[in-house]
């Protein structure tokens, strides 16, 4: 069965550093998301992309974030500056059209020191 | 600030038993998914509930979706050790305005053999 898959599985950055966290969607889907778990607290969405653009994002989302689709294949997050309260799990996740599910990667942990 | 409530909190069970695990606001919902988590995996799909009263069962589970999309359940019938991890309910409110998916605060399960 298709999956999202993502990259790193574990990144530690020093603060301060840019880090990009790398997704890879599943292949016949047009919507892709970003979203954020603090250990022990509850998932928080941070920026959905369509269409190549940003079509909704969050509070959190703000100009230390970036996303891109370089490529067919590919969906990146980008944090600059990152700061220690930066430290979560990051999961992408994609669906196919409007009305269906979203499924997610298995997520990158980022820890900053 | 519209939320999803998930109750349990936690909860320990032996192999065997049943549950239940309630999913609730205050919002009207188009359709709700819930999710299983294990830990630093990311979010894996169990169902989607789209109708009012609807139920859904996937052999042990049964999902139900409230009459006034508002709230879920899922009941788990002769609890497994394999059934743990945390469970989450997660929908777009029909009147946010957006499309931002937002998650319940989780039910994390725990079944002792």
């Known amino acids: 069965e298709p999956e999202v898959t993502q990259t790193p599985s574990h990144q530690v950055t020093q603060m301060g550093q840019e880090v990009i966290l790398r997704c890879v969607p599943i292949?016949?889907?047009?919507?892709f998301y970003w979203y954020r778990q603090i250990l022990g607290q509850k998932v928080e969405f941070l920026v959905s992309?369509?269409?190549?653009?940003?079509?909704?994002k969050s509070e959190i989302f703000d100009d230390q974030f970036s996303v891109e689709r370089p490529d067919g294949s590919n969906f990146t997050l980008k944090i600059r500056s990152t700061k220690l309260e930066d430290s979560a799990m990051y999961f992408c996740?994609?669906?196919?059209?409007?009305?269906?599910?979203?499924?997610f990667g298995d997520g990158t942990r980022l820890s900053i020191l | 600030t519209q939320l999803l409530e998930q109750s349990p909190q936690f909860l320990s069970i032996q192999e065997g038993e049943n549950l239940t695990v309630y999913c609730n606001s205050s919002?009207?919902?188009?359709?709700l998914q819930w999710y299983r988590q294990e830990p630093g995996e990311g979010p894996v799909l169990l169902v989607t509930?789209?109708?009012?009263?609807e139920v859904k069962k996937l052999k042990r589970l049964t999902f139900q979706f409230g009459d006034a999309r508002k709230d879920s359940s899922l009941h788990i019938t002769a609890a497994q050790p394999g059934d743990t991890g945390l469970y989450l309910c997660?929908?777009?409110?029909?009147?946010?305005?957006?499309?931002?998916?937002?998650f319940g605060t989780g039910t994390r399960l725990k079944v002792l053999a």
């Open positions: 996740a994609s669906k196919r059209d409007h009305n269906q599910p979203q499924h």
């Open positions: 292949s016949n889907h047009l919507y």
């Open positions: 919002s009207v919902f188009s359709s």
């Open positions: 992309f369509y269409n190549n653009e940003i079509s909704e």
């Open positions: 509930v789209v109708t009012g009263g």
């Open positions: 997660a929908g777009v409110p029909t009147t946010s305005g957006t499309y931002k998916y937002i």
